[in-house]
């Protein structure tokens, strides 16, 4: 009996681990296509918040998008609640209808998009620098176009498979 508890323990905790897919959501409108939506200028605000749900950060981020055809540039200038300015880069290319790659300075290797419907997940490692050492973490981010001006985004971060925190962003198309 024992034995099979831990069997079904194990099964459970390893399927809520698996989580959703992007495609889930393919029916949701209005489609997200990251060159439409990240084109031009956009503001940001949004929080981190530690693993019991304490924020701890607040920002405000102003960005541009610039798109050539499949290939486009995301640049995202931070002003966080603490004072602190920071600027990230992404160069990103559409791959196909639902397929994205994104690079920046602070990002491990390849951030992989996938996207249906209203939604896109993200799955990248940021270098995270932390009092003088940098840590990679896992994002696991999701974005969510709620009309042609707004969309949310929820990242979780993750080290060795624990949560970290997260972070919550509503984005608005236009200065």
Not at 13 to 38: H, K, N
Request: glycine share 10%; charged share 25%.
């Amino acid at each position: 009996m024992k034995k099979s508890l831990a069997v079904v323990c194990t099964v459970l905790g390893l399927s809520g681990c698996a989580g959703i897919s992007p495609e889930v959501y393919r029916d949701q409108t209005p489609t997200l296509d990251l060159p439409t939506y990240f084109n031009g200028p956009l503001t940001a605000w949004g929080y981190f918040a530690d693993r019991s749900g304490e924020v701890k950060r607040r920002f405000t981020v102003k960005m541009t998008g610039e798109w050539r055809g499949n290939e486009g540039v995301l640049t995202e200038d931070f002003v966080w609640s603490d004072g602190e300015k920071s600027q990230r880069v992404w160069r990103i290319s559409k791959l196909d209808a639902h397929r994205y790659i994104g690079r920046a300075d602070d990002v491990k290797g390849d951030a992989l998009g996938t996207a249906y419907g209203n939604a896109l997940q993200w799955k990248y490692t940021l270098l995270l620098p932390v009092d003088g050492k940098t840590y990679e973490v896992q994002f696991d981010d999701w974005m969510y176009q709620m009309d042609d001006t707004t969309m949310l985004n929820k990242s979780e971060m993750r080290k060795f498979g624990f949560k970290l925190g997260e972070i919550v962003i509503s984005f608005r198309k236009g200065p």
